[in-house]
Every structure is written in C-alpha cells, then in structure tokens.
C-alpha cells in the first residue's frame, strides 16, 4: 500500500499569496496517477486535479499540479478568501486500496 | 447536475448492523463505478469500498473487509453498503462518491454530502 505524506500540516499565508503544497508518495505512484480535492467546513470533497496536473471541470486556472514519480505539489497562484480549507492529495494508479495523504490546513494568516 | 444522497445513518451499538444507502441522479448511474468513503469526526478520509459499473470488480479496505458489503441496483440508480458487526472506530460521517471510470479504481469527481454513523453503546 503506498503511503502519502501531506506537507505542511498546515499553511498560514494570507489573500494574494502563493500557496505550496506538497504530497510525498512511499512508492513511485503509476502513471502519475495523482488527485487532489479542496474540503471547505461542513462540505464535502471537492475534486481539483486529476492525473497529478489536469483541472478538473470548473476549476479556476490559479490552481495548478506538477509531480511525477514519488513527489507532487499542488500550487494556489494568488489567494482568494474562499480558499481557505484543508486539501488532500489521492493516489489511485495502484488501486485497490485508494490512500489519502493525510492534509494539509490552508489558513487565513 | 449530478446528486448523491445518503441516508441510513444513525447511532448504533457496538457489534450491530447498519445499512446505507445512496441515491444517485443527473448521470447514467450504471456506467460508472461507485465507491463509499469515511471521515471520522476531526480526521482525514478513508476509502472504504468500491465496486464497478457491472459488480464485475469489486474492493474493500482492510479496516472493513469480511464485515462490510457494498452493492449496488442499477434499476434503483443507488448504491449500498451493508455494515455488520460495527465498531466504535467505524464512528464517521460516510460519503458516497462518483468513480470517474465505469471499471472503477480512477479518481473520484463527485461527492455526496455524507451521512453520520456513530457507533456507541
């Protein structure tokens, strides 16, 4: 089972800044087979990224993933209040059983 | 505009059954795979089970094998998860979530708004 390590837990940048967040996989993850999701309080999961760098559908181009292999990071270009929230990293290139990093909190500083 | 609704949680004592449900509109259910997730209170997600478009593929994590069921009624355009022998750790809010793939084991592109489970006698 690969194991992913989310980092930081949590991030404390303010509007308009830029945001780096990483996903470190305990093996190499097939075909950069790499998610991430954005969950707001009382929401559920979001999809933001699909393939370690594709958008998905209505997702604002501030938003991009890069990685391949064993490391990937997703990067917020310009802050805007609503994202603010906890974002997961999801492997699924060697599925069954689908693994989660464990988060990382983006937070208003 | 896809919707996933789940029903069936609740408070449930240790070693009880509980079964979930999830309705789905807005896409041809039946073409793609389905899965459940869980989030304990505070906690991070876990992927629970799977099962593709046609029951032909079918997962279960560890934490939950030989004790959950999960299936599916295409003619019902709904999902299940059948829960036996609960624990008080299997205590979460479950989603309900959309496969991007009818095969399954792809990333998951919508999420139903959870329903809680909280195991405790």
């Known amino acids: 089972e690969i194991v992913l390590t989310q980092s930081p837990g949590t991030l404390s940048l303010s509007p308009g800044e830029r945001a780096t967040l990483s996903c470190r996989a305990s093996?190499?993850?097939?075909?950069?087979?790499l998610a991430w999701y954005q969950q707001k309080p009382g929401q559920a999961p979001r999809l933001l990224i699909y393939?370690?760098?594709s958008r998905a559908t209505d997702i604002p181009d501030r938003f991009s993933g890069s990685g391949s292999g064993t490391d990937f990071t997703l990067t917020i270009s310009r802050l805007e209040p609503e994202d603010f929230a906890v974002y997961y990293c999801?492997?699924?290139?060697?599925?069954?059983?689908?693994?989660f990093g464990q988060g990382t909190k983006l937070e208003i500083k | 505009e896809v919707q996933l609704v789940e029903s069936g949680g609740g408070l449930v004592q240790p070693g009880r059954s509980l079964r979930l449900s999830c309705a789905a509109s807005?896409?041809?259910?039946?073409?793609?795979?389905m899965h459940w997730v869980r989030q304990a209170p505070g906690k991070g997600l876990e992927w629970v089970s799977g099962?593709?478009?046609?029951?032909?593929?079918?997962g279960y994590a560890d934490s939950v094998k030989g004790r959950f069921t999960i299936s599916r009624d295409n003619a019902k355009n709904s999902l299940y998860l059948q829960m036996n022998s609960l624990r008080p750790e299997d205590t979460a809010l479950y989603y309900c979530a959309k496969d991007s793939d009818p095969h399954g084991w792809y990333f998951f592109d919508f999420w139903g708004q959870g329903t809680l489970v909280t195991v405790s006698s």
């Open positions: 099962i593709s478009w046609n029951r032909g593929s079918i």
């Open positions: 807005g896409f041809s259910f039946d073409d793609y795979a």
């Open positions: 999801q492997q699924y290139g060697s599925s069954p059983p689908y693994t």
């Open positions: 393939g370690a760098s």
């Open positions: 093996q190499s993850v097939t075909r950069s087979y």
